[in-house]
């Protein structure tokens, strides 16, 4: 009756990029992210550099679409960039193991290496397809680390998921300088000019605006462009406050702490994440989570519709008691 149409109606939920301005500038390790943030791909369309198949000391360029024909690819796209890698290589492990083909010998324990996974390719013709499938994707998800490592991201990441949670990875409030220093730092060995704004635009909306002083310094650091800068003074169309000189407390502790209401859901550190480069809980989750529970403040997103009597209540209950 009535009670299951309710239950079973779906919400069509419309934001818009000022409720969450952070998240797309954060270095994200999933597989899929990494892959097209950190690689070079046309659509869905992704060349790699694989050893040939006559000469595995020779490279040949391979094309490969990255789609939901791809099962490996939609199981994998969504995990930690090192789950993807030890998954791959546990996979290949267990082919090679259970084979009764003795050309290959490099049954090692933990992550294969390229130059194993090109044996193995080659020592398995009968496991061809399946080989094929997983080199394709151990190949790619190792060229995603060599960018990580070329561009230092292990430290990066750091500072940026201390300044979106305010936190470091001990839990610890750091103090503003120290992280307005870190972030100076980063600027200056930068090469790309696009890496440079990003880092001042999640500095500057992370930290609800800097002071004139600490904005000056990043900028010189950072040396950007006249097309940069327009960019970066854009953030004021989408609602973000650039210039707050009180962004700083008196005790020099991070901005995040001074005014919670910088972006929407203040909770955004995730103790149990098992990497710390992963600790930052976009504010999405949290509306997602508060519409999936019916706490949804129906002030805050008003429906364009009637509601279902009981989502209603529940709604209405939620923003009261906030």
């Not at 998240?23 to 990494?34: E, G, I, N, S, V």
């Not at 003795?102 to 009968?126: V, W, Y």
């Not at 001990?170 to 880092?199: A, H, N």
């Not at 005014?259 to 859901?265: E, Y």
Request: with cysteine.
């Amino acid at each position: 009756g009535n009670t299951s149409q309710e239950r079973e109606r779906s919400t069509f939920l419309l934001l818009d990029r000022a409720s969450d301005c952070l998240t797309p500038l954060m270095h994200d390790f999933t597989y899929q992210a990494m892959v097209h943030d950190l690689l070079k791909v046309e659509g869905d369309k992704i060349t790699y550099g694989a050893e040939a198949a006559d000469d595995p000391s020779k490279k040949e360029d391979k094309d490969v679409l990255l789609n939901e024909k791809d099962n490996l690819w939609v199981e994998l796209r969504g995990k930690h960039i090192a789950q993807v890698i030890e998954i791959l290589s546990g996979r290949i492990n267990e082919i090679c193991k259970s084979s009764t083909s003795s050309a290959f010998a490099g049954g090692s324990e933990g992550n294969m290496s390229l130059s194993q996974l090109a044996s193995a390719l080659k020592a398995l013709p009968e496991y061809r397809e399946v080989m094929s499938k997983l080199s394709q994707h151990m190949h790619i998800a190792h060229e995603c680390m060599d960018e990580f490592n070329r561009h230092g991201l292990l430290d990066l990441s750091d500072i940026e998921q201390t300044l979106a949670t305010g936190k470091d990875d001990d839990g610890r409030t750091p103090k503003f300088s120290e992280m307005i220093s870190r972030v100076e730092g980063s600027l200056l060995r930068m090469r790309e000019v696009k890496d440079r704004l990003r880092l001042v635009l999640l500095t500057t909306i992370s930290q609800n605006g800097l002071t004139s002083a600490d904005r000056d310094r990043l900028l010189r650091a950072a040396q950007l462009g006249r097309d940069e800068l327009l960019v970066l003074d854009s953030l004021s169309k989408l609602g973000i406050q650039i210039l707050n000189n009180m962004a700083a407390g008196p005790t020099g502790a991070m901005g995040f702490f001074s005014n919670k209401n910088k972006i929407q859901g203040s909770a955004s550190f995730d103790d149990e994440s098992e990497y710390a480069s992963s600790r930052y809980v976009p504010p999405l989750r949290t509306i997602l989570t508060d519409l999936v529970s019916n706490a949804l403040s129906a002030e805050e997103y008003p429906s364009v519709i009637p509601m279902p009597a009981a989502m209603t209540s529940a709604s209405s209950s939620a923003s009261s008691a906030r």
